[in-house]
């Protein structure tokens, strides 16, 4: 009980959003990703006339694909203004280093999904990206 009493919420910073939208980002992705895989067809001859298709058919469809799309570059611009934030108030430094190893793994998976994401595709950007890809290794 005592603790209750003793417990300060600090004020809102504007700055304190980050972590929470990347949270609602990445939410977002899934849920849109996972509609978007119910019209999935693994023929990559096909993917940009079905797509055509689903736009014209499903009413849902064009508003699910662009936020899944948008969803993307959210996530990206989201986590480095994320850790920029952590980093400025070097909160590296106070200790919570299990937080830092959770967010560094987090970072690292869903860079390593959006590679796989772009590069299995058949679109024009997964041969720019396997290109990038080859000249880094």
Do not use: C
């Amino acid at each position: 009980m005592r603790y209750s009493f003793a417990l300060v919420v600090p004020y809102f910073r504007p700055t304190s959003v980050f972590g929470f939208a990347l949270l609602v980002g990445i939410y977002m992705q899934m849920y849109s990703g996972f509609l978007l895989a119910l019209y999935y067809l693994p023929d990559p001859t096909f993917v940009i006339p079905i797509r055509e298709d689903l736009f014209m058919e499903v009413w849902w469809f064009v508003y699910v694909y662009k936020a899944h799309v948008l969803g993307v570059d959210l996530i990206f611009v989201l986590s480095y203004l994320h850790i920029l934030k952590k980093l400025y108030l070097k909160n590296y430094a106070e200790g919570d280093l299990d937080g830092w190893f959770t967010g560094a793994y987090a970072f690292l998976v869903y860079h390593l999904v959006v590679f796989l994401g772009i590069t299995l595709s058949t679109n024009h950007l997964g041969d720019v990206t396997i290109m990038i890809a080859a000249n880094i290794y």
